[in-house]
């Protein structure tokens, strides 16, 4: 089967930084989206990789392994208003996308 | 205007009545699908399409139907709510790399 697993939640403090990990089981691999869904509302594209390596935006950076299924989120500077889930997805070889469940990062000042 | 568009976006309704759930976007792409989100849960895939013509089952689609009336539009149904089907639903268009652009989502209650 396919698997796609994040910790549940984080917390973390104001000004710091965070990184949370995915780790994947899939059918192929075309891709990796990261999300950030605030509560009740949509996700919304944060970063994608497909190569192995970093890729920095701003404050937000994600990184690949292909070799090891992990892919993880790099916050930096937090503020408050980064307190929101952020989702895992991988791109199968159909060109599915495999959701994670999602990792609630709490903010603290 | 944004480009996934869903509506309603909050819906009371009665055990055993059946409602839609409408979906257009305007981003061009062939490909839509249906989520369902409960509370602490991930998204859960309802049904998906890849083009007009083409129609399939996600992991959780018995109690719901869907129609793809064009390229733009998906339309989601429960025949007959149950409460159980109470959950924020989302319609959401990809790219051909896999890129999802969502709707605003649905807020059902099924009472």
């Known amino acids: 089967g396919q698997n796609i697993d994040q910790p549940t939640e984080m917390t973390a403090t104001e000004g710091a930084i965070v990184q949370i990990n995915c780790t994947y089981q899939t059918s192929g691999f075309n891709g990796l989206f990261w999300y950030q869904q605030h509560a009740g509302e949509a996700p919304t594209f944060l970063s994608y990789?497909?190569l192995d390596g970093l890729e920095e935006k701003g404050r937000f950076s994600s990184f690949l392994s292909r070799s090891k299924g992990y892919s993880y989120l790099l916050l930096k500077e937090l503020q408050m208003k980064d307190s929101a889930s952020y989702l895992c997805?991988?791109?199968?070889?159909?060109?599915?996308?495999?959701w994670g469940a999602g990792t609630k990062l709490i903010i603290k000042p | 205007d944004a480009d996934v568009t869903q509506t309603p976006r909050n819906r009371i309704t009665k055990t055993g009545k059946r409602i839609m759930l409408e979906c257009s976007q305007t981003?061009?792409?062939?490909?839509m699908y249906w989520y369902r989100q409960d509370p602490g849960l991930g998204l859960r895939l309802i049904y998906y399409s890849f083009d007009v013509k083409d129609i399939n089952k996600g992991e959780i689609s018995d109690g719901y139907s869907v129609s793809r009336q064009a390229q733009a539009k998906f339309s989601l149904s429960l025949e007959s709510a149950i409460p159980n089907q109470t959950a924020l639903y989302f319609c959401?268009?990809?790219?051909?790399?896999?890129?999802?652009?969502f709707g605003q989502g649905t807020r059902l209650t099924v009472v």
């Open positions: 997805a991988v791109v199968d070889s159909n060109y599915q996308l495999i």
């Open positions: 981003k061009g792409h062939d490909r």
């Open positions: 990789n497909v």
């Open positions: 959401a268009t990809s790219d051909l790399w896999g890129k999802a652009f």
